[in-house]
C-alpha cells in the first residue's frame, strides 16, 4: 500500500520547537473534533452539515445507495422534478469531500450549462467553470461543458487525456445509441465514478437501455445478444421485466413521486386581457411595422434580426421598455437617417403614451386586489422600474430583484419580501436559482418567448416544498405577439397547467422558439402569414408532446 | 492504539458535536456565537490545541507512585524480581507481571533501591486517510522515545495534566524531526497492517468486477469470432464445390454446360484471400476488444487501489513515568546494575543480553560480569566456570564445547612436533579439545603424530 506524508506537518512541529503549547483541554478538544470529522464510508453525508441544503428522504437515500452500493457509478432516474441535479451535486461534493474526486467533467446540454454551474456554486459550494476553450480542460478541476461541444475537435482528445475522477452526463438519454459519437466518447473516457441523469432511460426501445447500462457498467447485462435473448421479447417489450429490473437496480435509482410521497400543488392558471388603447394599439403597429421595414430593408438584415426581436420582446412588455432600444436606434450609424429618424419619432410616441400604459393599470389594480403577497416576474429592468414606481407611489410594499444585485442584496431582497409580503418585481435573474416557496401567486406581466424561461418563473414557488395550490396570472394583451405565444405555451405545450420536465426534448423539435417568433413575425407579409406560420409551430409542439408521453409510459412500463 | 474506530453504528454523531460545542464555548472558543453547523464546531475547534506540554496521567498518579518506590522488595528463592503484594491498581500489576518474567539465574540479586523518574516523550497525533473508491480515516497517535528513538501506539491520555504553558520546554529542532520521522516509520508499518483489511475488500470488489468484465469481453470475443466461423463454412463449402467441379472437368467427360451450385464460386485463391480479408477484419475487432478490455481493467485497478495518506494533525510533549530499579548481583562474580521500568510500553529498558542485545528476562551472570541471555551464556564444558560467547577463551574444535582458559587442552596435532633430524613442523593456530573429545578421540591422533615424529 503506498503511504503518502502531508507537509502539514512543519506547524506542528514548529509549536512544539517554539514551545507554543496550549492547554490539554484543547489540546483533547481538537483531537475530538477531529475524531468528530473522521469520514467512515458513506455512513453519513458530510456535504449537508456544511452547507446547510436539505434533502428529500428519496434523494438521501438515492445519495447514499450510489455511494455505498453502486460505487459512484449510476443511472439517475428519477421522475422529473424530484431533484436529480442536486442529487448527482451533492454525489460530486461527498466524492470531493473525501477526496476521491477532484477532476470532474459535467457533460449537459447547452441551455442547461447556466444553470449547472449556479445550482453547483450557490448550493454545493463547487466552483465549476463552464469552458468553450480548447485550452481550459486541464486547468479547472471541474468543467461544465455540452455533450455537443466536448466530443468535437480539438476538445475531443483533450478531454480524453484527462483522468476524470468524475463524468456526469444530464439529459443522458442523448446516450442510447451506441453507435454514435457521442456514445463513443463518453465510453472512451478515462474516468473513476460515471453519473447518468435521465428521466426516460428509454426513448423508442430497449436496445437503449441496454446502451446506457453498458456504458455505466460493462458487463452488466451481458452482451447485446445475450441482452436480446434474456430480456427482450421484441424491441420494446421485456421478457422478464422482474429479473430485468432486479439487474438494473444494481446501478439505478429511480424515484417516482409515489414512491416518495410528493404531491406537488395545482398550477391555477388565469388570464387576464388587458387591450391596448388606441395610441397604445397605433404604437404597436408602427413599431412592428418598423421592425419589419428594417428586417425586410435588405442590407444588414441578418445582422438586425436580434435587436428586432429584442425591440418586438419589449414592445410586447411596455411602452417603457421598447422606448429605451429606440433611443438607442435613433442614434445608432447602422441605420439610414430616415430609419433614425423613425425610430426617434416611435420612441417620443413611446414616452408619450408610458404614463398611461393600460398594462400597468391592470397590473396596479389586479395587485391591489390580492390579500397575499405577488411575485411579478417581468423580463425588462425598465418594465420593472416603471411598475416599481407606479406601485410605490401607490402605497404598496415594493421589492426589485434583478441581475444587477449582489449576493447580499438578492438574499435581502427575499428575506424583505418573506418578511413583509407585499410585491416582489423580479427579473429574469430572480428566476433562476431563488426558492421562493412562501409565496404562491406568481403575475406574468410579460411572458417570454422562451418555454425554458417561463417554466423557470413558474418553478421558483411552484416546486417541493410548495404546500398550496399556485396561482398563475398571465397579462395577455389580445392581438399582439404576445397572445400567438401565449396560445403556444398554454394550449399546445400546457406549460401552465403541469410540470412538463423534460422540456427540453419538447423543444428539440423547436429550440430557439423565441428567435423563431420573432422571424415569423418579421417575415410574414400580413397576419394571415404570420398565423399560418404559428400553427404549424403549434403543431410541431403537439406531435413532440405526444412523443414525450409516449416516451413516458413505456419507461413507466419497463422500469416501474 | 488507534482513537476513532472504523464504523461506530452507535455512536451519535449529533450528540457528540454538540457535547464539543459546549465544552468549546463553556473554554471561552472565539467567535463561539458564530459556530453553528457540525463542520463549524470541528473547523473552530481545529483552531486550537495543536501542541500541549503534559504529564501523563501514570506520571501524576500517587497510588502508583506509592507502589513503584515501596520498600522491602526482594528476589524470590528462583531468582525472580518479585513486587510487594498486588496492590490492585492495573499499571503496578502489570509492571509485578514483568518483573516477575526476570530471573537471575546464577546470581543472588538484592535491589538496592527503586526510583521514580520522569521522562519526556513525543506524542504525534495523525489524521490518517485510506483511499480507494472509499475513504476511510481515523486517528493514530505515536509515542516516541527520545532516548531509544522507538515508537510505539499508545492508548488516550485521559486525564493529563498541563505541565508549564510558558514555552520552558521546547524542543530541540533536529531532535524533533528524527523523533517525527521516526514516528512516521512506524506509522507506515502500522498502516501496512491495518490497511490489508481495506485492501481485502477493495480487492474483493475489484475480482467481482473484472471477473463481469472477462464474462463480457469472452462474450464479445465469441461474437466477434462467429461471422468468421460461419464465413469459413461457407467458404469451405465453395471451395470444395470448385475443387470438385475441376476434379470432373480433369478425369470426365467434359459437362456440356457447368453445372448451376458452382457458377460463381470463387476460385481457390479468390477464397484464400476473401478469407484473409475476413480474417485480417475480426483480427481488428479482436485487437480492439483486447485494448479496451485493457482499459478497463487499469481503470478498474485505478479505482480499487488503497492509498493511504497521513497528515499530522497535533503533537504533544508528554512527561512520562519511568521506574529506575537498582540491584546488586552476586554470582560468579558481583556487580551492581541499573535498570529501567517503563510503565507506558510495559516493558525493561537497558536490560538486555551484553552479547546479543536480546530482552533479557533469564539472566546470567558471567564471570567477567556481562548479563547474558542463556542463548549467549557458554559455561565451561569442562569446569563450568560462567562464561558468555564474548568472554570465552577457546571452544573444542571439535564438539565446539565453549572451554575456560584452564580446561582447554591443546590438540596434539597443532602442537609443535619436532622429529629428529628435521625442523620442526610449522604450528598451525593453536586448537583446542574438551576432555570429552579428547578422551574419545584424540588417542589415534597422538599415535598418528608420534608416527610423523618417527
Redesign the interface.
Known sequence: ??????S??E???D??????????????????????????????L?CL??L?IELYDHQREAVLRV?RDM??RALLADEVGLGKTIEAGVILKEYML???ARKALILAPASLLTQWQQELAEKLGIPARINRSADNWHRWDCVITSLDTARRAPHADRIREI?WDMVIVDEAHRLKNRHTVSWRFVDGL???YLLLLTATPIQNDLTELYNMFTLL????L??Y??FKREFMLDKRSAKDAGRLRERLSEVMVRSTRRDALLRLPRRLVETVPVPLSGPEEAFYRDVVAFARSLHQGGGAAGERVLPLILLLRELCSSPHAACRTLEVMACSDRLEPGEREWARTLAAQARAIAASARKLAAAESWIAAQAEPVLVFTEFRATQAALAERLSALGFIVTVFHGGLTREERSAAVDRFRQAGGVLISTEAGGEGQNLQFCRVVLNYDLPWNPMRVEQRIGRVHRLGQTRDVRIVNLITPGTIEEHVYRLLHEKICLFRQVIGDLDLILAEEPRLERTVGQLVLEAPDEEALLTGLAAVGRRFERARQRWEAIQRRNEEVLA | MTTGAFVDKAFDHQAAVEALLSDYRRWGGDDASGVETADAVIQACRQRGMAANVLHPLAGDLDFARAVVADGVQPAADGALRLPGACGHPAVEAMAEVFGQIRFLNAQCRELGRRLLLQRQLLFCFKVVYRSDEAQEELVSVLVDPLTEEAAPVPGLTGAQDIGLDGGAAWQGYALKRLYRSACGHLERLLAARGRRLELAAQRRLERDMARLEDYYQGLREEALEPLARELHRLEAARNRARLWRAIGIYGAAPAAEPQESRGAPSESATDRELSALEARVQEVLTALAADRERRIQELKAKYTVRAEAALVAAASVWTPRVEVRVKLTGPTRREIIFFYDPIRRRCLDLSCEACQAPLKEVHLCARGELVCPRCFAPCAACGKALCVSCVPARCHLCDAPLCGSCGTACPLTEPLAVAGTAPAAAGPPRHVCHACRERTCGPCTVLAQFLAV
Request: glycine share 12%; proline share 5%.
Open positions: 500500500m503506498e503511504i503518502a506524508f502531508r502539514e506537518h506547524a506542528v512541529l509549536a512544539l520547537a517554539q514551545g507554543r503549547f496550549e492547554p490539554w483541554r484543547w489540546f483533547e478538544l481538537r483531537l475530538r473534533a477531529e475524531r468528530l470529522g473522521l469520514t467512515q464510508g458513506f455512513e453519513r458530510l452539515e456544511g446547510r455511494l460505487r459512484g473525501r477526496g476521491l483522468p478515462t474516468k473513476k457498467k460493462p458487463g452488466l451481458r452482451t445478444s445475450s
